[in-house]
């Protein structure tokens, strides 16, 4: 009964460690379109302070859900308690990821110091993730809704995805009211 229960709380570790991770992969999805050109729910390129905020957030995501990995998993060997090895190649995409991301925001930090001009010419100098988050998961439910209206399944149920993942995280955060919730 106890070899039970430590699976079953392993399992929904894991299974939360699953939930965090794609959450974090749709922020880091957004994340990198904010540095590759794309353009904001508003239809304007991200500016370079809200690039870095979102990288942020990604970096933020990405080593939560690292930490909360299970450093060894339980096998059905015999009912023994036995362990298996990790799912390293889970691991290794994560630590890619983060690596990913932390180079980016690195290099966005760098061009926010070169270019100190963004803020002269009135643009802002901090950024709400959390507002960012849910322009964008609204955008990505309208133009899912418009995939959907002309046959482009596999692209519209994409797009509602991530836009679930972007809404899960913001309903995670702190900053946010119960009102927002």
């Given amino acids: 009964e106890h070899q039970q229960q430590q699976q079953q709380q392993q399992q929904a570790q894991q299974h939360r460690q699953q939930l965090l991770a794609g959450r974090a992969f749709a922020v880091a999805e957004l994340a990198a379109q904010s540095v590759d ?5 508003t ?13 942020v957030k ?17 096998t059905a060997a015999g009912g023994s308690e036995a362990l298996a090895p990790r799912d390293e190649a ?3 995409v994560m630590r890619e990821r983060f690596s990913t991301l932390l180079e980016r ?9 070169l270019t100190a001009s963004e803020a002269s ?5 901090t950024a709400c993730v959390e507002e960012l988050l849910y322009r964008h998961a ?3 439910g309208r133009e899912a809704a418009v995939d959907e209206m002309v046959g482009k399944w596999a692209a519209s149920r994409a797009l509602y995805q991530r836009a679930k993942l972007l809404l899960e995280q913001l309903a995670e955060e702190p900053l ?3 009102a927002d919730r």
């Fill in 43 to 55: 239809g304007e390129s991200f500016s370079l302070v809200e690039a870095l905020a979102l990288h």
């Fill in 138 to 140: 609204l955008g990505m």
């Fill in 176 to 178: 946010v009211g119960a």
């Fill in 90 to 92: 889970h691991e290794d």
């Fill in 37 to 41: 050109g794309g353009l904001s729910s």
């Fill in 58 to 74: 990604a970096l933020d995501l990405t080593q939560q859900a690292m930490q909360l990995a299970p450093s060894q998993a339980p």
């Fill in 121 to 125: 010419r009135g643009g802002a100098t």
């Fill in 105 to 113: 925001a690195e290099w966005i930090r760098q061009q926010l110091r």
